[in-house]
């Protein structure tokens, strides 16, 4: 079973950047179409961008569209997410997620990452 740990969080000044990454572990990680989603206290966890297997097709979530960028490397068996523009409401536990397929629904996909904190500050 692919595992996947994320890393590049932390605290950050709004209007800033961070990049995190999602490393998987095993050699089919160019099967799995991979998301990023997010989760604050008291909130339910919301999908944020996914990326294809290929890498040629994305979805972003609304209101992170034209600020956040999903990629992914599958030589590295790794998946980045570059925030820009940051915004305190910006502020969860990111999660990265694989599955069979590019959507935005939390259930459809199989595998997830431990998370990694994501503060913005205002």
């Known amino acids: 079973q692919v595992q996947l740990v994320e890393s590049g969080g932390g605290l950050v000044q709004a209007g800033g950047s961070l990049r995190l990454s999602c490393a998987a572990s095993?050699?089919?990680?160019?099967?799995?179409?991979m998301g990023w989603f997010r989760q604050a206290p008291g909130k339910e966890r919301e999908f944020v961008a996914a990326?294809?297997?290929?890498?040629?097709?994305?979805l972003y979530a609304d209101s992170v569209k034209g600020r956040f960028t999903i990629s992914r490397d599958n030589a590295k068996n790794t998946v980045y997410l570059q925030m820009n523009s940051l915004k305190p409401e910006d502020t969860a536990v990111y999660y990265c997620a694989a599955g069979r397929y590019t959507v935005v629904v939390v259930a459809k996909y199989d595998h997830w990452g431990q998370g990694t904190q994501v503060t913005v500050s205002s």
């Open positions: 095993g050699r089919t990680f160019s099967t799995y179409a």
């Open positions: 990326v294809s297997r290929s890498g040629g097709s994305t």
